[in-house]
């Protein structure tokens, strides 16, 4: 019996209480298997640290209590050997990429704050030392920082440029006369803020500041700063602030950074992509400014992968327990007297099914980025190109997983009334803290802004070297053959004549057309904002430079709504396409489910987009409301499986930690059922008044 099968079996045997249980119809530990995906073992190591009491949450803890409980839990961490995978063998790291970000996703379960306060100490402090550092860095510090004797901080984010790292007001000015860097944050708009170690833990902090030296200000770079002592005293010229209490994550000591005129050695510049000699001269072997910015910044991508898997786990969770929960609890009477379960009403069904099928897409989605991950810092695939593809790759996913992750917990907590609202249950705590993860690591709609300018560039690039009439035409002609090609126009037909629901879907239930119509959204929507573009700047004469930038920059932000829109449904795609490419692994009727799930995800876009195919002539009117009874059908069928596919996530109660996934609303209702059945046998039962006239009357 492999660790899957252990793992997923005993969470179907945690839960077995429900006496409407029946056995399962899908291969739930092949399943659970392809979820863990690639780096399993890392994953199942994680979650036996998520199952250790020590390392858990503990709802309602005072701030204080729960920041040091949070620094504490970092040191079991290390004597755990849990945070040594991502660094270099010989320093007593793993080199583990890709199982680094999976081990520390599933820590999400354990506690948000440790698993946040761990990422700042080792994903953030870390790696920037890791990444952006030489050899000579890394032997200098990492050892100190995997071992946590070395806690720090990553002072990027300033309160006056939030995600606009490249314009951010703190320097580092270069003295060639004492070969040091003065760090200043010269306004208060420069302090750097929201700072995980910085307002009582962090002895050290990367700092990102303004390179200068012989007058030249050569961009953004990043510089190793001390800024306490052991002691925890703040060292001359550094200033910090506690932020306080915040929505959530108050295990993690946030605060901000200042710096008067703080000066350091040369060789704390982290110099892997940028150096300065002793005589000032600045030298990098990447010549442009922002190729060089966005080069560092991309090594710092792991944040956005991991906050993605972060948030799909949490969805595994919030959905394990309103499955459960909503299996077992029951509410109204039904036509055989006794009251209904809450997940056989329809509207109950609709809330929370739709819900599992997009958190398998975007499981399988995250998955795919991972290993992307993986294979550009494992160094397999380590080229412009593929550094490019991954950072696109994770600004596209990361959004909308934690959005749908906000989402679902608050519909989680919603379905699960007053239970959901108590701390012991999870779900509202998991909702507090990860509300900050859309707009850290990236504000979520800037991302998706990068994201979109990249298919921009993309689509200008099939067009390189036509004149606007060639390329107006060229995309013309693009969209039609694709029309015909892949039979939309029949698509986009009435379907008034064709009768029953089955028979209007059945083209729609094809994987080909399902991807054809994603796939048309997104370049249609491409190809649209591009020509708008274009046209604002038509008028402008030939040679008025600043007139075309103006023009371009207007043009822009009058698209900008779009544009996200239009990266949104490139992520989508991107979501649908991983599904569809996992269904492979699976045969039977695991995969006739699977599909039925794929389908649910795939026609609940069609319908969340359907005012989109209607304007743009994709679908007509009948076949939208086909969609919709179908969608209708489809979760009614997967909701016969429900409680096999959150079993399939694999989370045992001890990661959990919900009571009422535990089985013991099923036993309060066997209670309550027993009790009338024993009353009725005894003939103690009351006869209800309704009851009573009838039998006066009759």
């Given amino acids: 019996m492999t660790a899957t099968q252990t793992v997923a079996q005993q969470s179907a045997t945690d839960r077995a209480a429900a ?29 036996k640290l998520v199952e250790d009491p020590r390392l858990q949450t503990i709802p309602g803890q005072p701030m204080p209590e729960h920041r040091e409980r949070a620094l504490g839990q970092l040191g079991i961490l290390v004597e755990e ?29 354990a506690d948000p704050s440790l698993q946040i306060k761990s990422g700042v100490q080792w994903g953030l402090f870390g790696a920037a030392i890791l990444h952006l550092g030489t050899r000579t860095h890394h032997e200098k510090w990492l050892p100190d920082v995997m071992s946590l004797k070395l806690p720090g901080a990553f002072a990027m984010t300033e309160i006056g440029h939030g995600s606009d790292v490249a314009s ?3 320097t580092a000015t270069y003295d060639p006369a004492t070969e040091e860097f003065e760090i200043h944050t010269p306004f208060a708009g420069a302090w750097k803020e929201f700072l995980g170690n910085a307002a009582l833990h962090g002895q050290a902090a990367v700092v990102f500041a303004q390179l200068i030296t012989k007058g030249v200000n050569h961009g953004v770079h990043a510089f190793f700063v001390p800024i306490r002592t052991p002691d925890g005293e703040m060292l001359p010229g550094v200033g910090s602030e506690d932020d306080g209490v915040k929505g959530g994550l ?20 982290l110099n892997r992509y940028g150096d300065v000699a002793a005589d000032g001269t600045y030298s990098s072997a990447i010549p442009s400014p922002g190729r060089r910015f966005f080069t560092m910044i991309g090594t710092l991508v792991q944040g956005r992968v ?17 499955i459960r929960y909503g299996s077992e609890r029951r509410q109204f009477p039904g036509p055989d007297g006794r009251e209904t379960v809450l997940l056989d009403y329809g509207l109950h069904q609709r809330r929370l099914i739709p819900r599992i099928a997009e958190t398998y897409a975007m499981a399988f989605a995250s998955e795919r980025l991972l290993t992307t991950f993986d ?18 790759l994770a600004a596209s996913l990361k959004p909308l997983s934690t959005w749908a992750a906000l989402d679902t917990l608050q519909e989680v907590r919603e379905a699960c009334g007053g239970a959901g609202f108590i701390a012991k249950n999870r779900v509202v705590g998991l909702r507090a803290d990860l509300d900050i993860y859309v707009t850290f690591e990236g504000d979520n709609n800037v991302l998706l802004q990068l994201v979109g300018k990249r298919l921009l560039t993309d689509y ?32 986009g037909q009435s379907v008034a004549d064709l009768g029953q629901v089955s028979r209007s879907v059945e083209q729609l239930r094809e994987t080909e057309t399902q991807r054809t119509l994603l796939t048309d959204r997104v370049q249609t929507m491409v190809a649209e904002i591009a020509g708008a573009m274009r046209e604002a700047t038509k008028d402008v004469p030939k040679g008025d430079k600043r007139a075309k930038a103006t023009a371009q920059a207007d043009a822009f932000n009058a698209q900008q709504h779009k544009l996200i829109e239009a990266a949104r449904a490139h992520a989508e795609l991107l979501q649908w396409e991983a599904f569809t490419e996992a269904l492979d692994r699976f045969d039977g009727e695991t995969l006739r489910v699977l599909t039925w799930l794929r389908d649910l995800f795939g026609l609940g876009l069609l319908e969340k987009h359907a005012t989109w195919y209607l304007v743009h002539g994709r679908l007509s009117g009948h076949r939208v409301e086909a969609i919709t009874a179908y969608v209708d059908r489809l979760i ?63």
């Fill in 81 to 109: 050997g849990a945070i040594q995978r991502a660094f270099p063998k010989d320093l007593g790291g793993g080199d583990n990429h890709g199982g680094n970000i999976a081990a520390f996703q599933e820590l999400v379960l």
């Fill in 19 to 47: 006496p409407q249980r029946e056995p399962a119809r899908i291969d739930v530990p092949a399943v659970a298997d392809a979820l863990l995906g690639r780096w399993k073992e890392e994953r199942l190591a994680s979650r």
């Fill in 636 to 698: 009614g069928r997967v909701r016969e499986h429900a409680l096999d596919l959150v079993d399939a996530f694999g989370l045992t109660p001890g990661m959990l930690r919900a009571e009422i996934a535990t089985g013991i609303e099923a036993e309060r209702q066997q209670e309550a059922a027993d009790y009338v059945r024993e009353q009725q046998a005894a003939g103690t039962w009351p006869i209800h008044e309704k009851q009573l006239r009838k039998q006066q009357q009759g």
């Fill in 250 to 269: 108050n295990g993690i000591d946030n605060g901000r950074l200042h710096f008067s005129h703080v000066r350091i050695p040369r060789e704390n510049l």
């Fill in 168 to 170: 951010i007001g703190t």
């Fill in 460 to 491: 200008a690039a099939q067009f390189a070297g036509g004149d606007k009439a060639a390329l107006a035409k060229a995309a013309a002609s693009q969209l039609g053959d694709r029309v015909s090609r892949f039979g939309l126009r029949q698509i």
């Fill in 306 to 322: 991991s906050l993605d898997g972060s948030a799909v786990k949490a969805m595994m969770a919030a959905l394990t327990i309103a």
């Fill in 375 to 392: 294979e550009v810092f494992s160094g397999v695939r380590d080229d412009d190109a593929h550094r490019e593809d991954l950072e696109t």
